[in-house]
């Protein structure tokens, strides 16, 4: 075996990747990506809206808010710099009922809190100003807004990971990991890798490689499948750039809207529906070992308990299209039910507690030798650049890097 890495990364998406780049920059430690999969951003960073989020719906002082605000901006001068294409487009949040009023005002709160300015406060009348088609009460414009694509960046980091020495192999799914006094050794698809440390960024399957690693997580991963419809061509114009809905304050997602893609056409979702397999992109995956990993978990009955409610309108949204676009309509009020035509899904890998509580925030926990991402959910690929610094400092810290 050849002499052993500083730091094995397990999970080529765009936060392992990311935290590649910042370790291997300046030759701070010898660093391996190992990928699973054929390609990198096979999973979450493969399949999402593509949006640079502002920080707007944060709590201040989270991991969230601050990796957010700070990462959406390395992220514009990142896609600058390697001329990744992107733009800052801007958003527009719409209030339809006098409900949103409230969390509206929150929401505006919290974006000023941290930092965004340039938002403005709109009345019904100046909502048109931005998105012709809307319909609406109030609104919020935000204009730190961007829209990108994640697996492009991701691209761009690992090229980076290989010119600071480093190396990024796909194909390589890590199957076993053994502890030594000195270090790790990692059995992948590929072959043994010796590592002095290893940092685990694998997403859907970060808490059974933590379990792997002998560390327990303390929490399950919880799959949510967002499927995704996208307008047809000749009823895009309806939609200028990004249309949000005030999210519900007691769910961690954000409400489907619509998102203009970099690389042209609309896309109208994700919902959020809960996923029986954890790399489940249609409505008929399936895994036993998935689901009764679920359901043998005390959190997940406490979860259905609080949510069973959402977790019956998002099913319903999920099996009936024009239920689907009834919920489109009500941002979009000209949208016909043949105007839009399903498209991808994506799965989130969202961190539960026993307790049946959603994590909200970033969580990041050390062993020794070791850091494991436990939750990275929206907007961990907008503040990817910022997540990668933070974990490649306390990965110098905690590993005695240079
Ligand atoms: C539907 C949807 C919409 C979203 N929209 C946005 C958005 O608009 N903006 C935004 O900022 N964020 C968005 N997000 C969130 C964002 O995509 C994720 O937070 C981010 O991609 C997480 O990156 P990651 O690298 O942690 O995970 P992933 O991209 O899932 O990468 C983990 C990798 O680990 C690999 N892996 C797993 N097990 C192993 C193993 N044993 N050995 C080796 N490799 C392994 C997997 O194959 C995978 O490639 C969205 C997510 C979803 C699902």
Not at 5 to 29: N, P, S, Y
Not at 236 to 254: A, C, E, G, K, T
């Amino acid at each position: 075996m050849s002499a052993p890495w500083d730091v094995a990364i397990i999970g080529g998406g765009i936060v392992g990747t990311a935290t590649g780049m910042e370790l291997a920059r300046g030759g701070r430690a010898s660093v391996v990506v190992l990928e699973a999969e054929e390609a990198l951003a096979a999973h979450q960073t493969g399949h999402n809206s593509g949006v640079i989020h502002s920080g707007l719906y944060y709590k201040p002082g989270s991991l969230k808010a601050r990796n957010c605000v700070e990462g959406r901006e390395a992220m514009y001068r990142f896609c600058e710099a390697h001329q990744i294409p992107h733009e800052r487009c801007g958003k527009l949040v719409v209030a339809t009922t006098p409900e949103h009023l409230a969390p509206l005002d929150e929401l505006e709160r919290r974006g000023r809190a941290n930092g965004l300015e340039g938002m403005r406060r709109l009345e019904a009348g100046d909502l048109r100003e931005y998105e012709p088609e809307v319909a609406g009460i109030a609104g919020l414009h935000v204009p730190h807004t961007g829209i990108v694509d994640f697996a492009a960046v991701t691209e761009a980091f690992a090229r980076l990971v290989r010119e600071s020495g480093g190396d990024v192999r796909t194909s390589s799914r890590v199957l076993r990991v053994e502890r030594r006094p000195d270090g790790v050794v990692l059995e992948t698809a590929r072959g043994a890798v010796e590592a002095r440390a290893l940092i685990n960024c694998a997403g859907l399957q970060s808490d059974r490689v933590a379990r792997m690693c002998g560390v327990d997580p303390g929490v399950r991963i919880v799959p949510f499948r967002g499927e995704y419809y996208e307008l047809a061509p000749a009823r895009q114009h309806l939609v200028r750039n990004l249309i949000y809905p005030v999210p519900d304050p007691r769910f961690p997602f954000l409400g489907v809207h619509f998102t203009r893609m970099i690389h042209g056409g609309v896309e109208a979702g994700p919902n959020a529906v809960l996923a029986f397999r954890r790399e489940g992109y249609t409505r008929t995956s399936f895994s036993p070992r998935d689901a009764l990993d679920l359901f043998a978990f005390p959190g997940f009955w406490r979860m259905s308990a609080k949510y069973w409610r959402m977790g019956v309108g998002e099913m319903h949204r999920s099996f009936s299209k024009r239920a689907f676009v009834a919920a489109l309509r009500e941002l979009l009020p000209a949208l016909g039910d043949d105007d839009v035509h399903p498209s991808g899904a994506g799965v989130r890998a969202q961190a539960l507690d026993p307790k049946g509580v959603l994590l909200d925030d970033f969580h990041i926990v050390e062993a020794e030798r070791m850091i494991h991402v436990l939750n990275a959910p929206s907007p961990a690929a907008t503040a990817s650049i910022s997540i990668g610094r933070e974990i490649a400092a306390m990965a110098a810290r905690a590993f005695a890097l240079k």
